[in-house]
């Protein structure tokens, strides 16, 4: 996750650079159920209207929590599918809180009523994130449900009133990028706390539907809004989170725009992109899904590091044996072709693996969706490998042959 409120508040009041992050443990992200009321195109845990059997019981949750409490695992996002669709939602979020987590919940924000944001409120969620990919139409589109945006935003709303701690989340794709302006508007027009950007990875049917992903040229227009949005209202005296995921090119981007806005700030800037240190998957990141299956993170489900029903999280999250996590582990990481030899790679650690691998079939190669250009990046063509870039090519299925 890349905080860019942060590195605006560093242009006039900086802080002193420090060693690189180094959290006691990863930040879980917990899919406890895949059942959800929508059908999104980018749900990379494919859910659906259905219920998935095998899901960890509410015991089995309590023991996981358990140990990862002993893991020193500091922060617990509980989502899904639809985390409000699990019936003992409450109880896992009030227990969490109980044993001291820092405890989001992730939610498409239609279930949240009248009927549960007593219990919403009462639980004290350190924050509440709604997904919205665009305004009315746009929305309810990617989402596959007339009327979800409005649903939402009733969510959003009672969540405002109460006072939760509550952000939008955003994927954007070539075919919602239009409603980027309106939306950040959105959120201060309606005293939202928090703008996530994310950059569409090739998980699930977000791998299916990546031939719609933005192309890079809308991808630096988008970034250039966000700088400049968040600059606006940190001028004002608006102090709203900012954050992108997905894609940690975003770093060494913010860096040449601050050497154009504020070359004066650019060295320092530069200095505290390095002490960031970019993409933590595998590393500060974990994912364990609805079957208690632990990945890298919530894009890699096609990845399984262990079962949580079998060995305690600590032990897998800490097993290099898995090539893949022991390549994410590594900083900064051992990459090829352009981003191996780029001069940001120790900012941006290569961003998020799976575009590569889904593109590819090799984790380590280019990132597709990096969107700066060669002369910023101190790369040129015969770094590439095989002498060309490595392009997003439509998502094909791959015929199952009988034996």
Known sequence: MFRIANFIRELDHPTAVAPRRNPPGPVVIWNLIRRCNLTCEHCYSISADKDFPGELNTDEVFKVMDELKTARVPVLILSGGEPLLRPDIFDIARRAKAMGFYVALSSNGTLIDDSNIDATDEIGFDYVGVSLDGIGATHDHFRRKQGAFEASMRGIRLCVERGIKVGVRYT????????????????????????????????????????????????????????????????????????TGNNDADGPFMLQWVMRRFPERAAHIEAKLRQWGGNASGVNVANIDNLGIVHPDTMWWHVPLGDVRKRAFGEIWNDLSNPLLAGLKQHPRSLEGRCGACKYLDICNGSSRVRASQVTGNPWAEDPACYLDDDEIGVSAADYEGGERVVTTPWVRIAKVSA
């Open 172 to 243: 954007m794709t070539e075919g919602n990028a239009h409603d980027l302006p309106a939306l950040l508007k959105l959120v201060e027009d309606e005293r939202i706390d928090k703008f996530y950007f994310s950059h569409l990875n090739y998980a699930g049917r977000g791998n299916k539907n990546r031939a719609g992903d933005a192309h890079h040229r809308t991808t630096r227009e988008a970034m250039e809004l966000l700088f400049e949005t968040c600059l606006e209202l940190h001028q004002r005296g608006i102090e709203k989170d900012f954050v």
